[in-house]
């Protein structure tokens, strides 16, 4: 009933910066907090950063100052701007959101299928 497709991962060398996209479509009657993970070989899923309906935003320690989350409601839309990438940002980012649907008012938690990114020289 309701799709996370994520966009915008690829190769980039260190120092540069990617736009992942991510839209959300189906029966959807309210987003509330969407969010970007991301996962490592051999590490744990991690919370990158997460936007809150109103605009609030959270980052990792380990991305503040680089990366920028921001989303278009209008368009179910969640974006992650990442800027000064490093080797160790390469993961495959999730978009995740918590969506309520047409019918079912009661919010639950819905992940996209995940996109590469790679930094690498």
């Known amino acids: 009933q309701v799709q996370l497709v994520e966009s915008g991962g690829g190769l980039v060398q260190p120092g540069g910066s990617l736009r992942l996209s991510c839209a959300a479509s189906?029966?959807?009657?309210?987003?509330?907090?969407m969010r970007w993970h991301r996962q490592a070989p051999g590490n744990q899923r991690e919370l990158v950063a997460q936007?809150?309906?109103?605009?609030?935003?959270n980052y990792a320690d380990s991305v503040k100052g680089r990366f920028t989350i921001s989303r278009d409601n209008a368009k179910n839309t969640v974006y992650l701007q990442m800027n000064s990438l490093k080797p160790e940002d390469t993961a495959i980012y999730y978009c995740?959101?918590?969506?309520?649907?047409?019918?079912?008012?009661?919010?639950?938690?819905?992940w996209g299928q995940g996109t590469q990114v790679t930094v690498s020289s």
């Open positions: 189906g029966s959807i009657f309210r987003i509330y907090t």
């Open positions: 995740n959101a918590d969506i309520s649907t047409v019918w079912d008012t009661s919010a639950k938690d819905y």
């Open positions: 936007v809150t309906r109103g605009g609030s935003t």
